[in-house]
């Protein structure tokens, strides 16, 4: 059976890939982002899983607006680092774990959470920018990785409450494993961003803090937050944290917050970072 080692909440700002790619991260306006991530990369190391989940979202680098998947699961044995412009990030090629994946497809969908499926696919900065945060820059990644994508790009993505119910159906596909290993479940994006338009540029750091407050203690309080509501007091890119809630759900009813860390900005975004256990 898996054992669920526990749940990480992480921003995925590119600058951030950026800043540890070109050794920038002691520089004054990077160190105290980085100074956080200490303890999450000590965890990181302790808790030392075979196999990481990344529920992120894909930035119109493997798909574009002629292919939207709402969920989608990757099981190939491998996953490069996409090119999003500037050439593919210098990072280890991803490995997958087909055979947990292929498990984690088929109980899902007979689970009546019908993803798609991939069996190629590059990964951007929304799986590998939190590889680097927990990992920092080793030869190769210490874990396998299952990419898992949700739609927060084209209206309309998944409601909070369908990632929340997703989060649990996860769990229950881990639950029903055959083999011994552990597993952490990451959900990046966010925190309150906005990237373009009037608003850009928009940090809401009251609710960015109440969304950390209540992810742990109510997470259906959180689950319940309409698309509306985020697009208003987080602005338009604020949206991506409903891939925390998918995290969350995965871990049990009670969970103890490990560690938080919080910082204002990275880049136009206000970074945060979360880590559970179950209780
Ligand atoms: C930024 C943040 C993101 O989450 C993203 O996907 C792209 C850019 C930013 O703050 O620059
Ligand atoms: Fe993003």
Known sequence: MVKLVGGVGTSHVPSIGAAIDLGKTQEPYWKPLFAGYETARQWMKEANPDVVIIVYNDHASAFSLRLIPTFLIGVADEFLPADEGYGPRDVPVVQGDARLAWHLAESLILDEFDLAIANEMPVDHGLTVPLSIMCDQPDAWPCKVI????????????????????????RRALDSYDDNLKVAIFGTGGMSHQLQGERAGIINQEFDIDFLNKLGSDPESVARIPHAEYIMETGSEGIEMIMWIVMRGALDDKVQEIYRHYHVPASNTASGLIIFEND
């Open 147 to 170: 990419p898992l994508c949700v739609n927060v790009i084209q209206y309309p993505p998944p409601t909070g409450m369908r990632c929340y119910k997703l989060g649990k159906a996860i």
